[in-house]
């Protein structure tokens, strides 16, 4: 594979080893988080889901024990008003909550914005009563040897691990809360953005350069979470799917922000990333977060109907039958405008890895820190620091000497 090098890679490379220099000299006791320039972050995405049910304080414990910068739990609230870590307010995929015969009745429909789901939402149950279930792993194909072992956390308790772990490693470890439907928690009474905040201030981490990123995929909560703090704010950016050729797909829900639907604000969530959207997320957040095709995308051979071909012969026809395209404008044109970028989601089985990376996750990794990202949002933080690894031995020399001197901060 041929990588397209750009002029701004070269610079933002230069700028990495710099910034090891820098890490070095300083010391680590100056490493705080987080970091808008230097090696990229690795985030726990979810905590470690790849080895451990998603959003548990265990999962989070071993992203961190794996090398993980940050750990992300996403936030719902309780019929209380308590934010949780969970993905979605539907707690049937990733709870065992429709095994507890005591909460048969509270499964029922519920529109999400604007699609009807079925399930047992979170705002039906009381914290007391969301700490009587048990977290599972929602993939089917991987390891469900931990389903019904570990509760659901607060994002109290989240914070009290990352602090607890911070002083454990002797390096700082950020929290990357991402407040899940806004909108649709807003018509509920349970507006997440005050809360959040409350916390945030309860822990002492409500200002400037408190190692927390927020994000959100819609567009309003952010504005809003802009003039009430400081915290480092990123905007996420979705899309539907991946067309055959690498272009991306947009259909609801995942087309656009749900605040936009709401207002009746017309255009896709691909609006963002040119360079007037890119602008525009500029006067409210730090940061962007995009689906990782947007920064380089894949495509396959089409065979009948439209289809992608099965490339690797397997039976099936997924991500590992795809090559890697060309990276685009969207990196560079995000740093013109003082954003940093941190794409989603890296995830090591072969049949989300493309063609070329096969069996090599770290293969991905690498590429993605060549183009320049700031940090990325891995399922599999052991892959995300071994490609980081990979990546710093090859551009800063210094990394070396910090690896067996000691110093090195990440
Ligand atoms: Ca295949």
Same mark, same amino acid.
């Given at each position: 594979?041929?990588? *397209?090098? +750009?002029?701004?890679? +070269? ?5 990495? !080893? ?12 100056? @490493? ?16 470690? $889901?790849? *080895? ?25 609230? +309780? ?56 977290? !599972? ?24 691990? &990352? ?12 929290? /990357?809360?991402?407040?899940? *439907?806004?909108? /649709? ?26 190692? !927390?990123?927020?994000? =959100? %995929? ?15 704010? &990123?905007?996420? !950016? ?8 690498? +272009?991306?797909?947009? @259909?609801?829900? #995942? ?7 709401? =207002? ?25 977060? $995009? ?5 380089? =995308? ?28 060309? $990276? ?5 044109? @995000?740093? @013109? ?6 794409? #989603? ?23 993605? /820190? ?6 990325? %949002? ?33």
């Amino acid at each position: 594979m041929t990588l *397209h090098k +750009t002029p701004h890679r +070269t610079h933002r490379l230069a700028a990495a !080893v710099l910034t090891v220099l820098g890490t070095l000299a300083a010391g680590a006791a100056q @490493a705080g988080l987080p970091q808008l320039s230097g090696p990229p972050l690795v985030i726990g995405h979810r905590g470690a $889901p790849g *080895h451990l049910p998603d959003h548990t304080l265990e999962g989070y414990a071993l992203a961190i024990e794996l090398g993980a910068d940050f750990v992300e739990p996403d936030l719902v609230a +309780t019929k209380d008003g308590v934010l949780i870590a969970r993905h979605e307010p539907n707690l049937i995929a990733t709870t065992n909550v429709a095994s507890i015969p005591k909460f048969a009745s509270r499964k029922r429909v519920a529109i999400v914005d604007g699609a009807a789901e079925e399930g047992f939402f979170a705002s039906d149950f009381t914290l007391a009563e969301i700490k009587e279930l048990r977290a !599972v792993q929602p993939m089917a194909q991987r390891d469900h040897g931990f389903d019904g072992e570990y509760k659901i956390p607060t994002l109290r308790e989240v914070i009290a691990l &990352v602090k607890r772990k911070t002083l454990e490693k002797g390096r700082t470890i950020g929290i /990357y809360p991402e407040t899940k *439907h806004p909108t /649709y928690h807003k018509s509920l009474g349970l507006a997440l953005e005050d809360r959040l905040l409350d916390e945030l201030t309860l822990a002492g981490w409500n200002y400037r350069n408190a190692p !927390v990123f927020i994000q =959100s %995929f819609e567009t309003a909560n952010l504005r809003e979470l802009r003039q009430k703090t400081r915290v480092h704010l &990123v905007q996420l !950016v979705d899309a539907d799917g991946l067309n055959p050729d690498g +272009t991306l797909s947009f @259909a609801p829900p #995942y087309d656009k922000p749900y605040d936009w639907v709401v =207002s009746g604000r017309p255009g896709l969530f691909s609006d963002l990333l040119t360079p007037a959207g890119l602008a525009e997320v500029a006067t409210y957040a730090d940061g962007v977060g $995009p689906w990782k095709y947007y920064l380089q =995308s894949t495509a396959c051979k089409v065979v009948a109907q439209g289809a992608c071909q099965d490339a690797n012969g397997d039976g099936l026809v997924n991500e590992a039958d795809r090559t890697v395209l060309p $990276p685009t404008a969207v990196v560079a044109n @995000a740093h @013109a405008q003082g954003l940093v970028v941190h794409p #989603y989601t890296f995830r090591s089985e072969d049949s989300r890895l493309p063609l070329e990376d096969l069996g090599t996750p770290t293969r991905e990794y690498q590429r993605f /820190y060549e183009l320049g990202v700031d940090g990325l %949002f891995s399922d599999f933080t052991e892959s995300a620091v071994a490609g980081r690894s990979m990546y710093l031995l090859k551009h800063a020399p210094a990394y070396r000497q910090c690896l067996v001197k000691g110093g090195c901060t990440r």
